[in-house]
């Protein structure tokens, strides 16, 4: 009967593996679809910042202040979801490049290159 407790051993060892691997596959999408969000709230700011800009006035505190409130809600979220998604990755002990790759794909909002084209119309903002 070792045989068999050695298999049932090995089973549950794959079974655990691949619950991790699950699990740490789900958090780094919600981790990502998280920064999207930071992303959009972080683009809807800036949008309204220049279009007040260009009417030539500023932008108005209220409108300001709830950009600001949504923005850093959405960043406080990535963020969390990041530091539990690289904690994941520590435990499982997770190195390999897809794993790199996706914390460089989830970089702050401030990282990320100015585009130096024109902004696009009301019509292509969504």
Do not use: C, H
């Not at 691997?21 to 959009?40: C, I, N, P, T």
């Not at 520590?90 to 024109?118: E, R």
Request: net charge negative; glycine share 8%; hydrophobic share 45%.
């Amino acid at each position: 009967m070792a045989i068999w407790d050695k298999v049932k051993q090995g089973i549950d060892k794959a079974g655990k593996a691949a619950q991790d691997v699950f699990d740490e596959g789900k958090l780094r999408l919600d981790a990502y679809r998280a920064r999207e969000q930071a992303d959009k709230a972080a683009q809807a700011l800036g949008y309204a910042v220049f279009r007040a800009a260009d009417a030539g006035g500023d932008l108005a505190a209220d409108a300001r202040d709830r950009l600001m409130v949504a923005l850093r809600a959405q960043d406080a979220e990535a963020r969390r979801l990041e530091t539990e998604l690289a904690a994941a990755r520590a435990a499982n002990g997770t190195t390999d490049q897809n794993a790199a790759s996706g914390a460089a794909a989830s970089a702050p909002v401030s990282a990320a290159p100015v585009p130096q084209s024109a902004p696009p119309s009301d019509s292509q903002v969504g």
